[in-house]
């Protein structure tokens, strides 16, 4: 790598940690591009060299983000045919969920204040609520194949576990005071959607 694309790099990882910095302190919506360049001890337009805008770098963030969600999924064994009405494996889906958005908190914070940003005129919300729950739709999706009765259709099942623990991780992860330790909201999580999943008996 040439001396002119290393400092390029370096540049882009800098401004990408200064805004994972400043989502945490300031917010999403709140942090402005001059804020991260600032953070990143960057010129501003060193931002745009790299970014065209806010969203641009959040999309770099997130891609992040599902790389180490896959990871965390492939050092397990993953197949579609998953059973989330089994407790222990709906328990270690929402382990691993709510361990991405701990570690993620900035992406966490940034998604969820940039979907509300939006308005409610752009569907911009739900779309982003239905890609980034589909693996939670495809074995709601096989289970649907195996002849199990769900609460719902699949991708609206699915979102509203997304819509449910996004909100869940942006209250608590970013309070002062959490309501309760990791394993212990896991485990409600697990109670909660379990006998909803379940069904009547």
Do not use: C
């Amino acid at each position: 790598m040439g001396v002119r694309k290393e400092k390029a790099a370096e540049t882009r990882a800098a401004l990408m940690e200064a805004a994972r910095r400043t989502f945490v302190e300031r917010g999403y919506l709140n942090t402005k591009i001059t804020d991260i360049t600032r953070a990143a001890g960057r010129a501003t337009g060193s931002f745009y060299d790299h970014f065209t805008d806010k969203e641009a770098l959040l999309a770099e963030l997130l891609g992040d983000m599902h790389g180490q969600a896959h990871e965390h999924i492939h050092e397990r064994d993953h197949p579609r045919e998953h059973d989330l009405t089994d407790e222990a494996q709906l328990h270690t889906h929402l382990e691993i969920a709510w361990q991405v958005m701990r570690e993620n908190l900035p992406v966490t914070i940034a998604l969820f204040e940039s979907a509300v940003a939006r308005g409610p005129g752009t569907g911009a919300a739900w779309r982003s609520l239905a890609e980034n729950t589909s693996m939670i739709r495809d074995h709601l999706e096989y289970l649907r194949e195996e002849g199990r009765q769900l609460p719902g259709e699949p991708e609206l099942v699915a979102a509203a576990i997304g819509g449910m623990l996004s909100m869940l991780a942006y209250a608590v992860l970013t309070s002062k005071t959490p309501a309760a330790p990791d394993e212990e909201i896991v485990d409600t999580l697990t109670s909660l959607l379990l006998n909803g999943l379940r069904g009547p008996r």
